[in-house]
C-alpha cells in the first residue's frame, strides 16, 4: 500500500523553527519527486517546494524562500521541510505530495502530483 505520512508540525511562536517529516511506505521515495503543499483555511493549496528525485535540484517559492529548506534522505524513505524565521502567515495545513520520474525545475501544480499525505498541521502565533 503506497502511503505518504507527515509528521512534525505543532504550534510555534512567531520566529521559531519546525522540521517536518514526509515519509513513504510501500515505495521506494528514491525514484519519486515530492513537493511540499500548504492550505490556510479559506485558501487553495499552494505548492511552496519541491525537490526532484534522485537528489536533485529544489525549487521555492518566493513566499518561503531562503526561509525554508527541502532535503531528502533516501536511505529513510524521508523528505524533510526545514521551516525557519516562521511567520504567523505560514499558519496552514502542510502536505507532501510525490510523483514517480522527475519534475520540472517549477513543478508546484497540485495535479502533478500521484501520491499525497494526509497532512500535518503548522500554527506560528505572534
Known amino acids: 500500500q503506497v502511503q505518504l505520512v507527515e509528521s512534525g508540525g505543532g504550534l510555534v511562536q512567531s520566529g521559531g523553527s519546525l522540521r517536518l517529516s514526509c515519509t513513504a511506505s510501500g515505495f521506494t521515495l528514491d525514484y519519486y519527486s515530492i513537493a511540499w503543499f500548504r492550505q490556510a483555511p479559506g485558501k487553495e493549496r499552494e505548492g511552496i517546494s519541491c525537490i526532484n528525485r534522485s537528489n536533485g535540484g529544489a525549487y521555492y517559492e518566493d513566499s518561503v524562500k531562503g526561509r525554508f529548506t527541502i532535503s531528502r534522505d533516501n536511505a529513510k524513505n524521508t523528505v524533510y521541510l526545514q521551516m525557519d524565521s516562521l511567520k504567523p502567515e505560514d499558519t496552514a495545513k502542510y502536505y507532501c505530495?510525490?510523483?514517480?520520474?522527475?519534475?520540472?525545475?517549477?513543478?508546484?501544480?497540485?495535479?502533478?502530483?500521484?501520491?499525497w499525505g494526509q497532512g500535518t498541521q503548522v500554527t506560528v502565533s505572534s
Open positions: 505530495a510525490a510523483v514517480r520520474g522527475f519534475i520540472a525545475i517549477r513543478a508546484l501544480s497540485k495535479y502533478t502530483y500521484d501520491y
